[in-house]
C-alpha cells in the first residue's frame, strides 16, 4: 500500500467512497443527507455526521495535493472580498481570479482590513502556478492600497506591478464568487472557523479542477476528474 493510500487505512469504507462523497459534496449544493440518500441508493448506509467528517479531514488534503498539478495564471489578478456567516457572525472570505477567470488563491479571514489584505497578497505569491502580477485590479475597500503599498516595500509584491482600483472592474470576480456562495448557502452557514475553512478548501478546489486548471486535463472531463483525484491520493484507477 502506498503512503498516501495508507490515509484511508482504518475508514469503514473504501477510498473510492470517501473521495466520491468529498467531490459530490464540493461540487454541487447538496446537503450531507442529499449525500446519505444517494448513498443508499449504492446499497452503503452512512450517516450525515460521518460524510461530513470525511468532508473535514479530506478537502484540506485534496487542496494541498493539487497545487503541483496548477496550470500558470494569468498576470492580471482580480482580488475581491466576500462575506461568510459562521455560527451567526459574518466573516470574510478573500478571493482571487485571474482575466481568464482561473482561480488563484482564497483565505478566510475573521477581520476585513489592511493586515488580512496582505496576508492575502503573501499567500497568493507564495504559490508556484501564480504568475507575477503586471496589475491587480480591487473595489473600492480602504484595506487594499496601504495593503498593497507595504507588501510593495517589502518586496512581496514587485514595485513594477500597477494597482487599480475601481469599482466596476471586478465584476468577473463577482460572478465567480457565486459557485462558493451557493454551496454555504446550501450548508446553511457554519458552526465553526476551522469547519468553515476545511470545507470551502474543497469547494474552492473542485472548482479550479472543473475550471480546467490541471495541467494535461479538460474542463468538465468527469471521469478524467475522478481518475485523478484518486491517484492524488494513491488509488488504482
Given at each position: 500500500m502506498s503512503q498516501t493510500a495508507k490515509e484511508f487505512k482504518y475508514k469503514q469504507f473504501e477510498g473510492e467512497v470517501i473521495l466520491w462523497a468529498v467531490r459530490w459534496y464540493c461540487q454541487f449544493a447538496i446537503s450531507y443527507r442529499d449525500l446519505v440518500i444517494m448513498a443508499e441508493e449504492r446499497g452503503l448506509s452512512v450517516s450525515h455526521t460521518t460524510v461530513m467528517r470525511w468532508v473535514h479531514e479530506y478537502a484540506p488534503k485534496l487542496e494541498k495535493k493539487i497545487k503541483?498539478?496548477?496550470?500558470k495564471s494569468g498576470d492580471s489578478y482580480r482580488i475581491d472580498e466576500t462575506?461568510?456567516?459562521?455560527k451567526g457572525t459574518w466573516r470574510y472570505l478573500?478571493?482571487?481570479i485571474d482575466s481568464h477567470g482561473n482561480t488563484l488563491d482564497?483565505?478566510?479571514?475573521?477581520y476585513r482590513n489592511k493586515?488580512?489584505?496582505k496576508k492575502f497578497f503573501k499567500k497568493i505569491l507564495a504559490?508556484?502556478?501564480c504568475s507575477a502580477p503586471r496589475v491587480i485590479n480591487v473595489d473600492k475597500a480602504k484595506a487594499f492600497p496601504p495593503a498593497f503599498e507595504e507588501s510593495q516595500a517589502e518586496n512581496v509584491i514587485s514595485i513594477s506591478t500597477k494597482f487599480r482600483q475601481q469599482k466596476y472592474m471586478n465584476n468577473i470576480q463577482e460572478q465567480d464568487h457565486r459557485f462558493t456562495k451557493r454551496r454555504v448557502r446550501q450548508s446553511q452557514w457554519f458552526q465553526s472557523f476551522h469547519t468553515?475553512?476545511?470545507?470551502i478548501a474543497g469547494y474552492e478546489t473542485m472548482h479550479m479542477i472543473r475550471k480546467g486548471q490541471v495541467k494535461n486535463m479538460a474542463a468538465?472531463?468527469?471521469?478524467?476528474?475522478?481518475?485523478?483525484i484518486n491517484k492524488l491520493f494513491g488509488l488504482a484507477a
Open positions: 503541483h498539478y496548477i496550470k462575506y461568510i456567516k459562521i478573500y478571493r482571487a482564497w483565505v478566510l479571514s475573521v493586515k488580512a489584505a504559490n508556484k502556478y468553515a475553512k476545511c470545507t468538465n472531463n468527469v471521469q478524467a476528474q475522478v481518475t485523478f
